[in-house]
């Protein structure tokens, strides 16, 4: 039962980052910070498939995850890393774009992303992103929240976009960022997925 609650949760969370991403982040040039930003730097100094790279980082950190987390946490991640690789392919081939405010959208993908990280992160998995270094922090230095180090990681990542995508993608970055990584603070701290199990035994 808990394997399977685990696995339905990775694929929530999977399905909630990937349609953020690709229907909104990607279209509306918003670099957030994670794996699919950077991924979209790259791609315009290097003229690359976005997919292409994003899927050659996801390897590279599954084999951080597998020496920094262990075993069963690298095991639910290959499931999570093929989902995340699949989703994002198949929505990124579809071409949709979320017409709306900018801001809405924005908002509306940082509050999916932050949910879709607490879905796998309670999975005791990862997205195989830059969640990958914030997980092996905390589990060095229980102190350091996961949260504040995903902050810190996509601040970076958002700055490096400037080289490319301009202040206006930056700004809206780091909103995007405090966004998503307060969702996913919070749902941590309230631990709400137990409570909505509960309720739907009940």
């Known amino acids: ?17 990937t349609s953020a991403y690709a229907f909104i982040t990607v279209p509306h ?43 069963e946490t690298f095991l639910k991640s290959i499931f999570s890393s093929l989902c995340y690789m699949v989703l994002f392919s198949f929505f990124h081939s579809l071409g949709f774009t979320l017409h709306m405010n900018q801001v809405v ?13 607490y879905f796998c992160i309670i999975a005791n998995s990862s997205t ?12 060095r230095n229980a102190s350091i929240s996961i949260a504040k180090t995903m902050r810190l990681i ?5 700055l490096l976009g400037f080289l490319t995508y301009g202040v206006t993608s930056i700004i809206m970055g780091i909103v995007f960022a405090l966004i998503q ?6 749902l941590l ?8 199990l ?3 035994h009940s």
Do not use: Q, W
């Open 154 to 158: 996509n601040i970076i990542v958002i």
């Open 29 to 71: 040039e918003i670099v957030n910070g994670g794996i699919t930003s950077f991924s979209m730097v790259i791609s315009n100094i290097i003229h690359c498939d976005i997919s292409l790279i994003t899927n050659l980082i996801t390897i590279i950190l599954l084999a951080l995850c597998l020496f920094g987390l262990g075993k």
């Open 181 to 186: 990584t307060k969702v996913l603070d919070v």
């Open 1 to 17: 039962m808990n394997k399977a609650k685990d696995i339905l949760f990775i694929l929530i969370g999977n399905l909630l980052i």
């Open 198 to 200: 509960r309720k739907m």
């Open 105 to 117: 959208c924005l908002i509306i993908a940082a509050i999916m992303v932050g949910f879709g990280y």
């Open 189 to 196: 701290n309230i631990d709400v997925a137990p409570r909505l």
């Open 128 to 139: 195989v992103g830059f969640d990958v270094i914030a997980l092996i922090v905390n589990k």
